[in-house]
C-alpha cells in the first residue's frame, strides 16, 4: 500500500469504530427472489418518473417501467418477469417517513428478459453522447447513498481526472469494500467507460487504509492494465472521507468553489459501484435493476453483503441473513451517521440502499432530554465544512433566518460529526433539518404568493386595460356621433335657411300672384 | 415488523457535560491543595461557604424556576463556579463576603439569565467583582503565606475572625494578613519605591522567592499542571490559556525591558496572583467565552492585555475579574465577525 503521491486533509472529521468485520465474513451472497416486487417511482434525486406501464401489464425482466421525468430523473425498470399488479402509494425508504407511488409487480419465476443488444467492447467506437443515453436509460445512478442520475454528471467541460470513489468512511457499510474484493476488473472496466465519455487522462481510486484487501484486489487488476490510466490512492481513514467535497479536496487539495460542480476544478467524482453498473449496462446490456447491499448490525443475526433486485421488501433480506436477534432496536437505512431510520421493514430496497443497519439495544439508555448547549466548541473542531454548529443551533432554536443564512446553514452536508461529539446529546442535525425545511417552506409560499401577486396585479391591469379600452371606443364612438350631429346642424342650418328662403320665395310668388290677382280683378271690376 | 425513529446519527461519542465539568474539578486539585497548605485554613473556609451557598442557591432557584433541581446540579457547573470563587477569594474573607459573592453569582449571573448555557458572563468572576468594588477592604485580607514570618494563622484564629469576626485580645487585622506580592509591589510603587527597592527591603523580601511570590509561584505552576491535563483530555481549549498567557508575557515583558525598576517581569506577572487559575480555568468556560477558532485567540489575548493594563495602571491589585467579564461582553461580536469560511468560499 504505497502512497504514490502527497494528499491532502480537509478540516474537521471524526476516527470511528468501523464494525465492518461484521459483514465481511463471507463472500457476497444473491437473494432468492421474492413473490411481489415493489418498485417505488422516486428512488433518485430529481423529478419523479413518469410510469409506462398499468395494471395488468405483463413486463420482461430489464423493461423500462417508467421513463425520466425531466433531464434530473431517471428510468426504472422491472427486477423480474411478471405482471404489474397496481400503481399506488406504499411505505418507502424516505427520511420523512411519507409513502409515495410504487409499481407493485407479481413475479412469474420465469425470468424472461427482454432483448439486449450489449455493445461490449465496442463502445470506444461509440460517441460520448450515444454511451451517456446508454446509461440514461439504464437508470444509472449514484450508487454510494445519494443516487444522483449519472448520466448528468459526466459533462465533456475538460475534465482531466475521474476519481472512483470506494472510500466507504460510514462505518458498518462494506458493499463497495467487497465490491472492490470481488469484481474489480469489472469496476476498472466501468470507468474506462466513464473515462471514454469524459475523456478524462487519469484515474485515481481512492480507498481507505482499513480495506488492505480491496486495495489489493484493485492493484493486482491494475497491474493487468497497460494504459497506465488507473491509480489507487489509499487515504487514511476519517469520517467522512467519503464526502465528494471532502475527497475531491484530499486528493486534489483544492476545494470544490461554493455553490459550483467540481467539473470547474477538471475532476468528476462515481462510486465504484456505479462504475459496476454502468459497466453492467455497456457489456451486458442490463439496466440498474440490482445492487450490492450490506445488512449488518449487531441486531440482525447473520450480517453479511447481498446482490438484491431492486424492489424487494427489506424484511426479506433481513430474513436471508438470519433474521433478527431479540435485542435488535432500530432498522436504519444507511450508515449510523447519516442514515435514517425506517418505521418497519415492509419498505422495498431502492437503488440507494447501499445498507440496512439493524442496532441492538444499548445498554446503557442514555436520558432522553438534552442538556443546554454550553458552548464547547467540540462541533466547531470536527465539523469538515468549518460551519460553527453551535451558533447554527442557536440560530435555528431562535428561528433566526437571516442569521442562519449568514452562518451558511446550506453549506451542512448532514454528516453529524457535531452531534456525534456533542457532549449535551443535542440531536443538532435534526435542528438543521428542520430549519432548512422551515426556510425552504417558506421560500415556497413567498414565490407561491409572489406569483399569486402577480397574477392579481396582472389581472387588475387587465381589468383596467379592458376599462380604458371601453372608455376610448365609448369616447371615440361618442366622439363620432358629436360630428355627425354636429354635420347634421350645419346641413340643418343651410337647409333651414333654404327653407326659409324657399318659403320666403314662395310667400313672395303667392304675394306676387295674389296682386296679380287683385290686379285682375280690379281690372274686370 | 415495526420500529422507532430516531434521528441521525444512530452512534455517540460518551462525553456528557458532567464529565467536562467533572475533570475540571479534579484539574483544580493540585493548585487547590496548594493554596490551602500556603494559605491556611482560610481557604478551606471559603470552599466549604462556596460550596455549600452555591448548591443551595442553585437548588432553591431551579425549584422557583419550577425545573429538576436533582439532575440540574449533577452536572458539576455550580459546583466549579464555587471552586473558582472560592480559590480566587483573599484567604481571610469573612464569611458573609463569600456568601454575597456565591449567591450573586448563581442566582443572577447565572439564573437570572437562563441558567446553564445561556450566562454571557462567568457567573464567579461577576461574585467576585460584586464583592470587590463593594467591600475593597476586605478583598484584600490574604495571611502570610507559609515559610513567610510566622505563616498563617491557626484554626481557632482563623474560625474566629472569618465566621465571628473576632481577633486575638489586642490584635489588629494587619497582625494576622499580609499583602500580595503583586499588591505590595503597587502600593510601594505609589509611594515611589521601586521594585528592586521593595524586593530588597528586609520586611518584605521573604515574600518573593526565585520566580514571582512565596507560595504563588507554586500554586501557579500547579495549576498550570492541571490546566495543560485538561487541555489534553480535551476539556479546555489549547487556545486562549496560550494568547492570554503569549499576550500577557509580550506585554509585561516590553515594558520591564524599557522600565524595570518600575514594572515587573514576565515571569513575575505570568506567577502571581491568579493568572493560571484565569488562563486555563476562568477564561477558558466555554459558556461566556468566544467560540470560533480565530474568535478564540481575540478573546485570550485581549484578556492578557487588560490583565496586565489593569495590574499595572488600574486601581484593582489583580486585573483578571475585570479583564474576563470585560472580554464576556465584547463575545457576541467576536463570534460575529471571526466566522470561519466555509468550505469552498472563494474569499479563502
Known sequence: MKQTEEISKFDGGLTLVAYKHLSTGSTISTMEQSKTYIIPLQQHIGVISQPLVKPGDRVLKGQMLAKPGNMISAAIHSPISGVVTDIKEHDVPHISGLPDQCIFIDNDFKDEWIERKPLADNYNQSTSSSLRKIIRDAGIVGLGGAAFPSSVKQTEMNIKTLILNGVECEPYITCDDVLMRERAEEILSGADIIGHIIKARQCIIAIEDNKPEAIKAIQTAIEKDSTGFFKVQVIPTIYPSGGEKQLIKIITGKEVPKSRYPAELGVLCHNVATAYAIYRAIYFAEPLISRITTVTGHGVAQPQNIEVLIGTPMSSCIKHCGGYTDDSDELIMGGPMMGFSLNSDNIPIIKATNCLLVTAKAKNTQKQKHLPCIRCGKCVEVCPVRLLPQQLYWYASSKNIERLIEHHLFDCIECGCCAYVCPSDIPLVQYYRFAKTTIWQQERERKASDIARQRHEFHQHRLEEQKREREERLRKKREMLKNKSNEKTSDDKTSKQAAIAEAVARAQAKKAEHNKKKETENKTD | ?348
Not at chain 2, 463556579?81 to 480559590?87: F, S
Not at chain 2, 481557632?156 to 499583602?179: K, R
Not at chain 2, 457576541?332 to 465577525?337: E, G, K, R, T
Open chain 2, 1 to 348: 415488523m415495526l420500529f422507532k425513529r430516531t434521528p441521525s446519527p444512530h452512534i455517540k461519542q460518551y462525553i456528557t457535560v458532567q464529565d467536562m465539568m467533572f475533570k475540571v474539578l479534579y484539574a483544580l486539585i493540585p493548585g487547590a491543595l496548594a493554596s490551602i497548605y500556603f494559605f491556611g485554613w482560610g481557604v478551606l473556609f471559603n470552599l466549604c461557604i462556596a460550596i455549600s451557598v452555591c448548591l443551595l442557591t442553585e437548588v432553591s432557584i431551579l425549584k422557583i424556576r419550577q425545573r429538576d433541581a436533582i439532575s440540574a446540579i449533577q452536572d458539576g457547573s455550580a459546583l466549579i463556579t464555587a471552586c473558582l470563587l472560592a480559590l480566587a477569594l483573599p484567604s481571610l474573607a469573612p464569611w458573609w463576603i463569600t456568601t454575597i459573592a456565591s449567591i450573586f453569582a448563581i442566582a443572577v449571573a447565572k439564573h437570572l439569565y437562563g441558567g446553564l448555557g445561556f450566562n454571557p458572563f462567568n457567573p464567579a468572576m461577576v461574585g467576585y467583582i460584586v464583592v470587590m468594588i463593594s467591600f475593597p477592604l476586605e478583598m484584600t485580607l490574604w495571611t502570610a503565606p507559609m515559610g513567610v514570618n510566622d505563616g498563617w494563622p491557626d484554626f481557632s484564629t482563623t474560625f474566629n475572625w472569618v465566621f465571628l469576626g473576632l481577633l486575638p485580645y489586642g490584635e489588629s487585622i494587619d497582625s494576622i494578613s499580609m499583602a500580595t506580592p503583586i499588591d505590595l509591589i503597587k502600593t510601594q510603587l505609589n509611594q515611589l519605591h521601586d521594585i528592586t527597592e521593595t524586593r530588597n527591603n528586609i520586611k518584605y523580601s521573604a515574600l518573593f522567592s526565585t520566580i514571582s511570590g512565596t507560595g504563588w509561584q507554586w500554586i501557579n505552576i500547579l495549576y498550570l499542571a492541571g490546566g495543560i491535563w485538561l487541555v489534553k483530555k480535551g476539556v479546555a481549549d489549547w487556545r486562549i490559556p496560550t494568547a492570554f498567557l503569549i499576550t500577557l508575557v509580550l506585554i509585561s515583558n516590553l515594558f520591564s525591558v524599557i522600565d524595570y525598576s518600575n514594572n515587573s517581569s514576565a515571569l513575575f506577572h505570568t506567577f502571581s496572583g491568579g493568572t493560571m487559575l484565569c488562563a486555563f480555568f476562568i477564561a477558558t468556560d466555554p459558556v461566556s467565552a468566544s467560540t470560533t477558532p480565530r474568535g478564540r485567540w481575540i478573546y485570550g489575548a485581549c484578556i492578557g492585555a487588560l490583565v496586565y493594563i489593569i495590574r499595572n495602571w488600574g486601581g484593582y491589585p489583580d486585573g483578571i475579574a475585570f479583564a474576563v467579564v470585560l472580554m464576556n461582553i465584547a463575545v457576541p461580536l467576536i463570534d460575529y465577525y471571526t466566522q470561519p469560511k466555509v468550505y469552498g468560499d472563494l474569499d479563502r
